[in-house]
């Protein structure tokens, strides 16, 4: 998997950190509050994944994804206030619950201390990312982002988003290196998408959230894991 590996790339949200459920909570409890209409049995992830597919090359798809909440749940407030309202409730979550899947830590120290060049591209606002670099201590304590990637890319440097390849190619285009010299870690369809239309080879990490794509995942995946220990341990056998 590793051999002529140079630079790994790491997908955030749901691959290296445990964010999806909570992103489900705070768009249920959104939703909650400016919803005219109850909520109903929507797969929640599922709906916002589809949303932002979608308005993948709006100037801002988080805020035409709060349009269509707005929309769909009748709200009397703007898009522009749904989406400040969002960040709101995901301030105390992204400060305080948000953790690193477990022994993501330890994977990105053993690749660290082995030379790879560890990257993170993803559609992540700036930011949240900014967050879990400064005042998040669950990911701070562990392995300080600042420390361990020499390149972040989030949905504010690129103009197109997943699965679009951008943001692979521009990792690409900024450390000078080539696809084969590349390898992705991704847990969604659409990440690994992205991967595959970079050129790039692609290792998922298990995510209950992206069960719904599990087959269409694994049948584009070189590489699939079930979690990070079961990958430390493989990297660990190729030396």
């Known amino acids: 998997m590793l051999e002529n590996k140079k630079v790994i790339i790491f997908d ?5 950190i445990d964010s999806i459920g909570i992103w489900n909570a705070i768009d249920e409890e959104l939703i909650k509050q400016i919803g005219n209409i109850p909520l109903g049995n929507e797969n929640i992830a599922k709906q916002r994944d589809d949303m932002l597919k979608k308005f993948q090359n709006e100037p801002d798809m988080y805020l035409a994804y709060c349009g269509f909440l707005k929309e769909k749940y009748q709200s009397t407030l703007t898009k522009e206030e749904i989406k400040a309202l969002r960040y709101e409730i995901a301030d105390d979550y992204l400060k305080n619950k948000i953790d690193y899947k477990p022994n993501a830590e330890k994977v990105l120290k053993y690749l660290k201390q082995k030379g790879y060049i560890l990257v993170i591209a993803s559609t992540t606002l700036r930011h949240c990312v900014a967050i879990y670099q400064t005042q998040n201590k669950n990911i701070i304590n562990k ?6 990637f020499s390149l972040i890319l989030t949905k504010d440097d690129v103009i197109t988003k997943k699965p679009s390849p951008e943001v692979h190619e521009k990792v690409m285009e900024k450390l000078k290196v ?5 390898l992705i ?4 369809l659409i990440g690994v998408e992205a991967g595959k239309n970079a050129g790039i080879e692609v290792a998922v990490m ?3 959230y992206t069960n719904g794509d599990r087959e269409q995942i694994d049948k584009l995946a070189n590489y699939q ?3 990070f220990n ?6 660990k056998e190729e030396g």
């Not at 955030?12 to 290296?16: A, I, V």
């Not at 080539?178 to 590349?182: G, H, L, P, Y």
């Open 12 to 16: 955030l949200d749901g691959t290296l």
């Open 143 to 148: 392995a300080n982002l600042n420390d361990m």
């Open 178 to 182: 080539t696809k084969e010299q590349c």
């Open 185 to 188: 870690i991704e847990d969604s």
């Open 206 to 208: 298990y995510d209950q």
């Open 225 to 227: 894991f079930r979690n």
């Open 230 to 235: 079961e990958m430390l341990e493989q990297i």
